[in-house]
């Protein structure tokens, strides 16, 4: 586009055709230039790119093995003396396994060998025979085929995340139990099956027993809070912002404060959660109301900044013929201009809600980090969310608990997906332009 | 409970809106004459159902926030002397013990009598406000619909007074923002400022020393001597510049590709991508950091014979800098778009390339934008929690190598708040004078920031 005319008139005079000349000298290089910073710009956008391929397909390909349970089948005597139609709840089942261990395995006799027999399956795989048991009564005094749970340990083993072949010093299994393994999958007793615990158990300090029931259950109590708080809030501020507020100091101030509030570290409003609702107002510690609370303020500068944006998106042709026929400000812009308004709006909030679902570090300093089993049952009770559920689950020791952090965090993009794509497609659907 | 009040109080209201509409249209003789009225007859019935409401839920809200520290008062009071007169945090103990014994929980010590009556007094004053709240609650309630359903009549202008109470809402809400940030400001100021009474402020602002471990009683010799927050702030700056170092190029390459280069169907395709990584929750990064990044590079230093600390600066701020690459291209994209076309046509009109015209021609027209942004982008990085608690070290070194671990204002507040925490020590409002300092830091870029943005916005429009 740029190149000199090759034919230029020869009655150019002698400086101009030296000009020329330098230029056509240079221009090769110039070229060269002009490559190289286009490549380096789509070499920064495929660099980034890269690495969002990267980091999902490392997380994908930790994560993945943990919708599977490793399971061991074993044959178990449901033995009368130990469970009868008077203690089917607390019958100690898990005494039923051990004895089918043995049964298994009958050369062990030690102690110490036993007990790293009976370390093969969870400490939960009780549950499961007493779930066959209450099922079905009439086994009780027969032999029955279970499925149960295997250690973390173990099942770590048979994904294949621990490698067989390390000296025994470096397992958490020893050769004697790789021994047992490797017979029990000689006879077929070994197999991977859907992990229904972890989208139905609480947190656990047993990598196997642990779920993310408890922190989605807290999540959506505590997005719950601040969708009911911020979505009214942030659309009343918005509209009076920008519909109502006369220009003066005060409405400036109010301007900047927010557009200040969606630069302050989400941390800082930890510590007035901390500050402000735990030890001035004495609200319940680690519960979702709290939580809930901290992430509206948080949020709200988003939701109002969005609205107001749809808001100065209608144009003010409908304001003027509302006005024109006799409404008031307030029904013109209720009748009129929030509804048009109002998917821009949602936009902005369903974005706000989805960062707010990703947020850990307010959440930390307003107690959600707790070790909680139970499933919480309301806005009061001790909580955590699913970000704050990986953060501890990515602190703990155990190899297992890699793969459930893993599988959590693909589980917590899963949410983020569906919300962005909802926001995506509201906006695609409602927004009318102009 | 509240729930239930809750409840009970949309019922009421709902009837007062029958209320107030039948009325008025019973006064002024049936629906056919409903359009002599002054105001349109379904606010004469939110006028009614306003009154019914709204002076009861703001009774409950305050109810609600105060009942807490007014029960502990009342029960502080009937307590002996010999309690009241520990000092506080020893009385937030008592209380907690009292509370655990009202709700027949477990309790830390052995509970001597004057406890135990504490705890049966406490139980009764909760029964007690149970009951009174429904009471005045719905007294109120009821009062309140019976004013409104006294006032309206077929010339009162129901719709002013329902738009004023509506427009009182609007206000409130707007205002909210103001309040957080006065809450903010107060709240870490109150707890810096007992900080200071405690560690001098030149002490914690000068010193080269952080070991807040060693200081578990405020009265242990040289405890104040380990609150220097020079090499925590010094680790912050550290992370914060290996991370711009990696998202300001790429940030800025890939803004200035994206808006001057690319084909519309790959910016298409790709912003959005780029915008997912925005996305990613913090903590998502912070593990990949941990778990994948600071593992690699400890191996890649291993094989050339570097010792790389497993929690480096180089690993948390890289995966950082990934984080904020989003930030800086959307925003720099932003405002070289709105670089006018004028000028890329003449630069490119004398002769000069593409290359040639947005380095000399669009990124100085831009660049205060651009710095707008990248300042923007320097107070998250700052600000940025997670990646650094999970990736980063504890331990304040006070070291400019990025291979070192180091420790960061976030990380330092996340280890001194979360876990057991005594209050009124030294150890817990530190955390909150480093919440001070990062409040106000973040807080001097994004006003520096806004204000260029908004400069060079104007100067375009």
């Known amino acids: 586009m740029n190149k000199p005319n090759p034919s230029a008139s020869p009655a150019v005079r002698p400086s101009l055709s030296r000009t020329v000349t330098i230029v056509q000298a240079s221009l090769e290089k110039r070229y060269r230039a002009e490559k190289r910073f286009r490549l380096l710009g789509l070499s920064a956008v495929v660099c980034a790119l890269a690495f969002l391929a990267v980091m999902f397909a490392d997380i994908i390909a930790k994560g993945h093995t943990a919708f599977q349970q490793t399971c061991l089948l074993l044959d178990l005597f449901v033995d009368p003396d130990v469970v009868h139609v008077g203690n089917l709840d607390q019958a100690d089942y898990q005494a039923l396994v051990k004895r089918s261990l043995e049964k298994h395995f009958p050369e062990v006799t030690g102690r110490q060998e036993k007990r790293e027999l009976y370390g093969l399956v969870s400490s939960g795989a009780g549950v499961a025979v007493r779930h066959k048991v209450l099922e079905d009564t009439s086994v009780i005094g027969k032999t029955i ?95 009076y912002l920008e519909e109502f507020a006369p220009k003066n100091r005060w409405t400036d101030l109010i301007e900047v404060n927010i557009n200040n509030l969606a630069a302050v570290p989400s941390i800082v409003f930890g510590l007035l959660g901390l500050a402000v609702f735990l030890s001035f107002f004495g609200l319940p510690r680690s519960s979702p109301l709290v939580g809930g609370l901290v992430l509206t303020l ?137 | 409970m509240p729930g239930m009040i809750l409840l009970a109080l949309l019922v009421l209201s709902s009837a007062a809106y029958v209320l107030g509409h039948r009325r008025v249209l019973r006064m002024v003789g049936g629906p056919a004459r409903a359009r002599t009225l002054a ?172 070991s807040p471990q060693m200081a578990i009683r405020a009265d242990q010799v040289g405890a104040s001597g380990a609150f220097g927050m020079i090499p925590v702030f010094t680790g912050t700056l550290l992370i914060a510049a290996i991370a711009m170092s990696v998202a300001v190029p790429l940030g800025l390459l890939s803004a200035i590709y994206l808006s001057e280069y690319a084909p519309k169907g790959f910016r298409t395709a790709v912003k959005p991508i780029l915008e997912i990584l925005a996305g990613i929750p913090t903590v998502v990064y912070g593990f990949f950091a941990a778990l994948t990044v600071g593992p690699m590079l400890r191996r890649l230093g291993e094989s050339l014979g570097l010792s790389v600390a497993s929690e480096s600066a180089l690993a948390a701020g890289l995966v950082m800098g990934i ?94 708040l979360v876990g057991d925490q005594e209050f009124d020590s030294p150890k817990t409002l530190a955390a909150f004078a480093l919440g001070l300092v990062l409040f106000v830091v973040t807080l001097i870029l994004n006003i520096i920031a806004l204000v260029v943005v908004r400069k060079y916005r104007e100067q375009y429009e």
């Not at chain 1, 003010?316 to 821009?344: C, K, T, W, Y």
């Not at chain 2, 609007?170 to 405690?198: D, K, P, Q």
């Open chain 1, 145 to 239: 085929a279970v499925w149960v749970p295997a250690n973390d340990d173990v099942d770590m083993v048979i994904k294949g995340h621990v490698d067989r072949n390390l000296p025994e010093s470096e397992r958490r299994l020893g050769d004697r139990a790789l021994g047992w393994i490797e017979t029990l999958e000689s006879q077929g007793r070994i197999a991977k099956k859907w992990n229904k615990t972890f989208f139905t158990a609480g947190d656990s300090r047993e990598p196997e027993l642990a779920g993310i029931l408890g922190a989605t259950v807290g999540s959506f109590y505590t997005l719950l809070v601040t969708l009911a708080l911020s979505f009214p809030i942030g659309v009343a501020a918005a509209l």
């Open chain 2, 323 to 416: 984080m904020i690459v989003p930030f800086v291209s959307s925003l720099s994209d932003d405002i070289i778009t709105a670089v006018p076309n004028d000028l890329r046509d003449g630069s490119l009109a004398l002769g000069a390339t593409r290359s040639e015209t947005v380095k000399r021609v669009v990124l100085p027209a831009a660049l205060p934008g651009i710095v707008g942004g990248i300042l923007l982008g320097v107070s998250r990085a700052i600000g940025e929690t997670m990646i650094v608690v999970m990736a980063a070290g504890l331990a304040a070194n006070l070291t400019l190598n990025p291979l070192a671990a180091v420790t960061t204002v976030t990380v330092q507040i996340v280890t001194l």
């Open chain 2, 39 to 210: 105001s349109r007859p379904r606010y004469y019935g939110t006028y009614v159902a306003l009154w019914c409401a709204v002076p009861a839920l703001v009774l409950l809200v305050l109810w609600l926030f105060l009942e807490p520290v007014v029960l502990d008062q009342l029960v502080l009071r009937h307590l002996p002397d010999a309690y009241r007169n520990l000092p506080s945090e020893r009385v937030s103990l008592l209380m907690n013990d009292i509370k655990n014994l009202a709700k027949g929980g477990i309790v830390s010590a052995q509970a001597d009598p004057a406890v135990q009556e504490a705890a049966e007094h406490y139980r009764r004053l909760q029964a007690l406000a149970k009951t009174a709240l429904w009471g005045v609650v719905l007294s109120l309630s009821a009062l309140g619909l019976h004013i409104g359903y006294r006032k309206i009549h077929v010339s009162f202008r129901a719709r002013n007074q329902v738009e004023k109470v509506i427009q009182v809402f609007l206000v409130a809400a707007s205002t909210i923002a103001v309040f957080t940030t006065i809450g903010i400001v107060f709240s870490v100021l109150f707890e810096a400022l007992r900080f200071f009474r405690l560690v001098p402020w030149w002490e914690f602002l000068f010193g080269l020393k952080w």
């Open chain 1, 298 to 434: 948080m949020t709200l500068p988003t939701i109002i900044i969005a609205g107001r944006a749809s808001l100065q998106a209608v144009p003010p042709s409908i304001r003027d013929a509302a006005l024109s026929v006799g409404a008031s400000r307030m029904q013109a812009v209720f009748h009129h201009v929030l509804p048009l308004a109002l998917p821009g709006m949602l936009t902005g909030t369903i974005i706000g809600m989805a960062r707010a679902l990703g947020e850990t570090a307010p959440l930390l300093m307003v107690g959600m980090v707790a070790f909680i089993v139970d499933i919480p049952r309301g806005l009061t009770d001790p909580a955590t969310v699913l970000p704050v559920q990986i953060y501890l689950w990515a602190d703990s020791a155990e190899r297992a608990f890699v793969e459930k952090t893993s599988a959590a965090i693909l589980v917590l993009l899963a949410f983020l997906i569906v919300m962005n794509a909802a926001a995506v497609y509201l906006r695609n659907r409602f927004e009318r332009r102009w």
